[in-house]
């Protein structure tokens, strides 16, 4: 990420991902208001958000072909983005939308595994003590009365945990795709990405006979909600605005989406929550903060 902007642009910068965190940390919201199955809503969310961000690419100006590479790329982030889908849908009506949104960013320990293992790039002692705190804040919140938990609350916590696994995907490929100099531009790649999971959720909604049908309008607006604002609105704002803020501060500004989240389980749907929980969360949200600068800087 560049560190010379300008402040001025930096700053607006900052407001744009701001913005941007806060409205994502209401997608387990809507997911958990909509009445249908999680890959009903998740085929919703990227439809949606396909048909926006196509609008978006559209007004820019920047339609073009990006090469086959870059295609394939984006095809197989696609296909990364609706396992990360389906698998965090699930995870929120298992464990709720807060704990669900904490256990996907966990990614960025994979993202730190990944470059160990394939570019040699070394742990150091803040990746460590991210591990340690990032442990610690799980078994908190779900080890020490893992045995009293529901067999329901145990798959959402391993359906977050696979989140984490295709979000760290999505991110990987997505990164190599945007860095070719024929690259789209942010909204542009994040189109391609949300057709491919759109067309992967479609297929497997119709051969496995979920049907597509919105029940009633709550649904419906949650869903309206969560392509327009998470998929669109959310996603251009930070994607825009990340190159010009320092890792550091980004770090720090994301990590209002699983703070939030978990407020927003509290506020909505009365998350029960104890003094050790609490620890658990704090731990956790600092540990992801701390792994995402041992990743990125």
């Known amino acids: 990420m560049s560190k010379k902007a300008p402040p001025v642009f930096e700053h607006a910068a ?26 009903v809503s998740a085929f919703y969310r990227v439809f949606i958000g396909a048909i926006g961000l196509t609008a978006v690419t559209a007004v820019s100006g920047r339609f073009k072909w990006p090469g086959a590479k870059n295609v394939l790329l984006l095809l197989v982030a696609g296909i990364f983005f609706s396992l990360d889908l389906f698998s965090w849908h699930r995870s929120i009506m298992y464990v ?52 009293s938990l529901t067999v329901d609350y145990h798959k959402g916590v391993f359906w977050g945990l696979a989140t984490a696994f295709f979000y760290a995907g999505f991110l990987l490929t997505l990164k190599a795709a945007q860095s070719n100099p024929r690259a789209l531009n942010p909204a542009g790649n994040i189109m391609v990405t949300s057709w491919t999971a759109t067309l992967t959720l479609g297929l497997y909604i ?60 509290i506020l909505f749907f009365h998350l029960p929550v104890s003094p050790v929980s609490l620890c658990g969360f704090f731990l956790a949200v600092g540990a992801i903060y701390l792994g995402a600068l041992a990743v990125y800087d």
């Open 96 to 147: 709720g939308p807060g704990l669900a949104t904490i256990l996907a960013n966990f990614q960025v320990f994979l993202l730190a595994l990944y470059g160990f293992l394939f570019y040699r790039e070394p742990f150091t002692p803040r990746f460590f003590m991210a591990a340690i705190m990032a442990l610690t804040g799980l078994f908190l919140i779900f080890g020490w009365q893992w045995r």
């Open 14 to 39: 900052i407001w744009r991902t701001l913005a941007g965190a806060f409205i994502i940390s209401f997608s387990g919201v809507y997911v958990k208001l909509a009445h249908v199955a999680p890959s």
């Open 206 to 265: 119709l051969l496995n006979h979920h049907g597509f049908a919105i029940p009633d309008r709550q649904t419906l607006w949650a869903i309206l909600g969560l392509g327009l604002t998470s998929q669109v609105l959310g996603w251009v704002l930070i994607t825009g605005a990340l190159p010009r803020i320092k890792t550091a501060i980004a770090g720090m500004i994301l990590l209002i989406q699983p703070a939030f989240a978990y407020v927003w389980d």
